[in-house]
């Protein structure tokens, strides 16, 4: 009894830390924006709130297939799978030229670069360009990346704030599948969608940790909105250890319990219970994820990682406001 109601005071100490340290970081606070905050650091870090709001029962039929993406999906297994004690469900696939099509879609423009601070400083430090990032026209995919290996970065991050109806993200997007799990798993007819491709490029410097917190390569809970989960596409092939999806099963069952500041080691004597399962598959592959579970992208060591992820929520996303490459669509 004691000790639960330490853990609350602490709990809501972290929360009121926390909100302090987001009303300082942001020019743009309104009220609802705090509101925001604290209902969902405070109710949406425990099971019992999260799962209040996730779909219960599926209207329709349970498997559903897109012929452009060659994709199959069984709604009800990944349901199953998401709510489970897994909090994961894989052993998808998407068709080898759309995934090309995907890859060419994010590096042949300029404008879909994320120049955060990180790849900023990078840039400067190199005397080099935004554009020197992107896939010439004459180039071929490997030339390419050969090329940004060699400039030494060790992460690109791509995204579309202005997805074309007729893109190939788009019909991806879009498609029938993916929507019915949404909407499923929501349980609302209108979802947001975030896309992001990422490359990760084997570097031989050391990478500091605060550097690689920031890439989500040690372990962290995403904490998206009140109703999220992700699906990720590998765009490259992708071995165990060398930029494989690690995720320790079943932490998204257990209440946050303030990992913020802790390293990866102490995270896995803290969950040292729960098993650490690695995801690494082919060019193609496609799993889901509640990525509530702690979870990190492993560190590559000999080969590039190609990784789109796209976040599929309901509700105010309070990471998200600023950003532009969200589509909005209303089933
Ligand atoms: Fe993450």
Same mark, same amino acid.
């Given at each position: 009894? *004691?000790?639960?109601?330490?853990?609350?005071?602490?709990?809501?100490?972290?929360?009121?830390?926390?909100?302090?340290?987001?009303?300082?970081?942001?020019?743009?606070?309104?009220?609802?924006?705090?509101?925001?905050?604290?209902?969902?650091?405070?109710?949406?870090?425990?099971?019992?709130?999260? *799962?209040?709001?996730?779909?219960?029962?599926?209207? $329709?039929?349970?498997?559903?297939?897109?012929?452009?993406?060659?994709?199959?999906?069984?709604?009800?297994?990944?349901?199953?799978?998401?709510?489970?004690?897994?909090?994961?469900?894989?052993?998808?696939?998407?068709?080898?030229?759309?995934?090309?099509?995907?890859?060419?879609?994010?590096?042949?423009?300029?404008?879909?670069?994320?120049?955060?601070?990180?790849?900023?400083?990078?840039? %400067?430090?190199?005397?080099?360009?935004?554009?020197?990032?992107?896939?010439?026209?004459?180039?071929?995919?490997?030339?390419?990346?050969?090329?940004?290996?060699?400039?030494?970065?060790?992460?690109?991050?791509?995204?579309?704030?202005?997805?074309?109806?007729?893109?190939?993200?788009?019909?991806?997007? #879009?498609?029938?599948?993916?929507?019915?799990?949404?909407? %499923?798993?929501?349980?609302?007819?209108?979802?947001?969608?975030?896309?992001?491709?990422?490359?990760?490029?084997?570097?031989?410097?050391?990478?500091?940790?605060?550097?690689?917190?920031?890439?989500?390569?040690?372990?962290? #809970?995403?904490?998206?909105?009140?109703?999220?989960?992700?699906?990720?596409?590998?765009?490259?092939?992708?071995?165990?250890?060398?930029?494989?999806?690690?995720?320790?099963?079943?932490?998204?069952?257990?209440?946050?319990?303030?990992? !913020?500041?802790?390293?990866?080691?102490?995270?896995?004597?803290?969950?040292?219970?729960?098993?650490?399962?690695?995801?690494?598959?082919?060019?193609?592959?496609?799993?889901?994820?509640?990525?509530?579970?702690?979870?990190? $992208?492993? %560190?590559?060591?000999?080969?590039?990682?190609?990784?789109?992820?796209? !976040?599929?929520?309901?509700?105010?996303?309070?990471?998200?406001?600023?950003?532009?490459?969200?589509?909005?669509?209303?089933?």
């Amino acid at each position: 009894m *004691f000790k639960s109601i330490v853990t609350e005071l602490r709990l809501i100490k972290g929360v009121f830390l926390k909100s302090n340290k987001f009303l300082k970081s942001r020019e743009d606070v309104s009220f609802k924006n705090l509101y925001n905050f604290i209902i969902l650091r405070y109710f949406y870090i425990r099971p019992f709130f999260r *799962f209040l709001v996730k779909g219960k029962k599926i209207s $329709g039929p349970k498997k559903i297939t897109d012929d452009y993406l060659q994709l199959n999906l069984d709604i009800e297994t990944i349901l199953n799978d998401l709510k489970s004690n897994a909090g994961y469900s894989k052993g998808y696939n998407i068709n080898q030229n759309v995934i090309d099509q995907i890859i060419d879609h994010y590096t042949s423009d300029k404008k879909n670069i994320e120049t955060d601070t990180q790849l900023k400083n990078f840039l %400067n430090d190199n005397n080099l360009k935004t554009e020197n990032l992107i896939k010439k026209n004459d180039e071929d995919f490997e030339t390419y990346i050969q090329r940004i290996i060699e400039m030494g970065t060790h992460q690109i991050r791509f995204a579309d704030k202005d997805l074309d109806q007729n893109s190939v993200m788009s019909k991806l997007i #879009r498609s029938e599948p993916l929507i019915k799990l949404a909407q %499923n798993y929501l349980n609302s007819k209108n979802i947001s969608i975030i896309n992001e491709m990422v490359i990760s490029l084997p570097t031989k410097k050391n990478i500091k940790i605060d550097v690689l917190k920031q890439s989500s390569q040690t372990f962290h #809970r995403d904490l998206v909105s009140k109703n999220f989960f992700k699906a990720f596409v590998f765009l490259s092939d992708i071995n165990n250890n060398d930029g494989s999806h690690v995720y320790l099963e079943g932490s998204h069952k257990k209440n946050f319990n303030d990992e !913020t500041n802790k390293n990866d080691l102490s995270i896995e004597a803290l969950y040292k219970d729960y098993k650490k399962k690695e995801i690494s598959g082919k060019k193609g592959d496609l799993f889901f994820g509640d990525t509530f579970c702690l979870h990190k $992208g492993s %560190n590559p060591k000999n080969n590039y990682r190609l990784l789109l992820i796209l !976040t599929f929520f309901t509700g105010t996303s309070l990471q998200t406001q600023n950003k532009k490459n969200i589509t909005q669509i209303n089933i």
